[in-house]
């Protein structure tokens, strides 16, 4: 079933938000963490920080960066499945069809009523790159399905070794991902079917 016009989805800029608000929230918790551990403030702390020496509490606070930065470049590539699947859709409503969106159509209409499901990568930048056959457009796609691997790794409890995701997980990084991400939504853009991302 299509999506219904006035549904609301999580946007790049929303997700980049978020995380920038989150950073800030953590800076200020760490500050009020040290002076409360110092002596310097009798202010209340979350519990897990109680009879943690600075050097402790450091660390933990480190642990949840990282974790923040995990979280968030999640975020932001689920934003971006949607807006992926977003301009899918508007595709499929337009009255005039490209030969792209006739694709679209086709892979739409071949799916049962009951398994309608898209899959970003299967579905949509498949036909994608067998549409426009470029170099350049291949190797954004290949970067996103990187950020794919990441995004299925964390959505799935990270059980495994994430030594199959391409790069470590330092480059996950929510900035360095919402630059990937801009990129292939910008070069879409600029190809003659255009791209719609929000």
């Known amino acids: 079933m299509l999506l219904p016009h006035n549904v609301s989805f999580l946007t790049i800029n929303d997700a980049n938000e978020w995380f920038s608000n989150q950073q800030t929230a953590s800076v200020l918790l760490r500050k009020k963490i040290m002076s409360a551990i110092q002596g310097k403030d009798h202010l209340e702390i979350p519990s897990t920080f109680l009879y943690m020496s600075s050097k402790e509490a ?93 995004r299925h790794w964390v959505a799935h409890g990270r059980f495994w070794e994430p030594n199959t995701l391409g790069r470590v997980i330092a480059n996950y990084h929510p900035t360095a991902v919402s630059k990937e991400i801009q990129d292939l939504f910008s070069h879409l853009a600029s190809l003659p079917d255009g791209f719609n991302c929000e």
């Open 58 to 150: 450091d660390l933990k606070l480190l642990e949840d960066k990282k974790e923040l930065e995990i979280i968030s470049s999640f975020q932001v590539i689920s934003a971006a499945e949607g807006s992926l699947k977003y301009d899918f859709e508007l595709k499929l409503r337009a009255p005039l069809k490209s030969a792209l969106t006739k694709n679209f159509s086709n892979i739409y209409s071949n799916k049962s009523s009951s398994m309608r499901y898209i899959d970003v990568d299967r579905d949509i930048l498949e036909i994608w790159k067998l549409h426009y056959n470029s170099d350049d457009l291949t190797e954004y796609i290949g970067q996103f399905r990187t950020l794919l691997k990441f």
